[in-house]
């Protein structure tokens, strides 16, 4: 059995539907903080248990007959990510699966900027010296995160943010379907893979000129320093600590961190990875109209 965390979440909830294309329901199974959320799953002949990385004992229950485990990593900030991935991991192997999979990032490593970068890293270790195949699906970096910026831009005419540099902003879709892949084509991909990314690298400054033109109204990019931003969006009720989790990203960014493309993904899917003119654009349609 394949056993899928985090399957009602962005990432884990595609990656299911992909599995469920290629591989019949009674052989999936999906571990979920809420079993209610996933009924549709369980409607349509997929194994719903609860399971929670921050209470290890509720994944043997989870993960019992797993062959396969893809450890979804958790939407936490700071050690504990890593605490929790490295939770989940432990409690596949016990189960006795011989092949876990676990969602990193094309920033894994020990010195990374970015926060996240350095937990990925220590999971990674971690799945490393447990003596089972593995796969760390080094993802690039969510093209989603447009989201978070993308409103007040639309409706200050600005990208008001700190100093950044080229992104390999990538698909959740089509890391879903790579992740799916990865599951269900023995040998596609081993260890830690090659940077999964789109092949386009682009600044915030190109994501303005791309929403101008799909706007028709020009957006500008302004720089600000780190203290500026942080300070304004503590002052508009963002946490301290998730101000300064923001800068790491950007920081990253400036020093070449997330400067990497890499052909795998597209080698992966066979088709041209989904572009950001894309994403923004549905983006963009996702937002109220302005007059």
């Not at 706007?215 to 990019?221: A, C, D, M």
Request: no cysteine; net charge negative; hydrophobic share 45%.
């Amino acid at each position: 059995m394949i056993i899928v965390t985090g399957a009602t979440g962005r990432l884990g909830s595609r990656v299911v539907e992909n599995l469920l294309r290629r591989v019949p329901a009674e052989t999936v199974g999906v571990s979920v903080r809420d079993v209610g959320a996933a009924a549709a799953l369980a409607g349509r002949g997929v194994r719903v248990r609860a399971g929670d990385f921050t209470d290890p004992a509720t994944l043997d229950d989870a993960f019992e007959g797993a062959e396969q485990v893809l450890v979804v990593s958790a939407a936490i900030r700071g050690p504990q990510a890593a605490e929790a991935s490295k939770a989940a991991i432990d409690a596949a192997v016990r189960a006795g699966a011989s092949r876990v999979l676990y969602t990193s990032h094309q920033m894994a490593s020990a010195d990374s900027a970015f926060d996240p970068g350095r937990q990925h890293a220590d999971a990674e270790a971690h799945l490393a010296a447990q003596g089972v195949a593995y796969t760390a699906l080094r993802h690039g970096f969510y093209a989603s995160t447009f989201e978070y910026y993308l409103p007040a831009a639309l409706e200050s005419g600005e990208f008001r943010l700190p100093a950044d540099g080229p992104v390999s902003w990538t698909a959740h879709a089509d890391l879903a379907e790579a992740d799916a892949i990865a599951l269900t084509r023995p040998g596609a991909l081993d260890g830690p893979t090659p940077p999964l990314t789109a092949p386009e690298l682009l600044d915030f400054a190109d994501v303005a000129r791309i929403v101008g033109e799909l706007t028709g109204r020009p957006i500008k990019r302004v720089v600000v320093d780190d203290e500026e931003w942080a300070a304004a969006a503590t002052a508009g009720g963002m946490p301290a600590a998730a101000a300064e989790f923001t800068l790491g990203m950007f920081r990253a960014a400036r020093a070449g961190e997330m400067a990497v493309t890499d052909p795998a993904l597209e080698t992966l899917l066979d088709r041209r990875a989904t572009s950001v003119r894309s994403v923004l654009e549905e983006i963009v349609a996702r937002q109220p109209a302005r007059h």
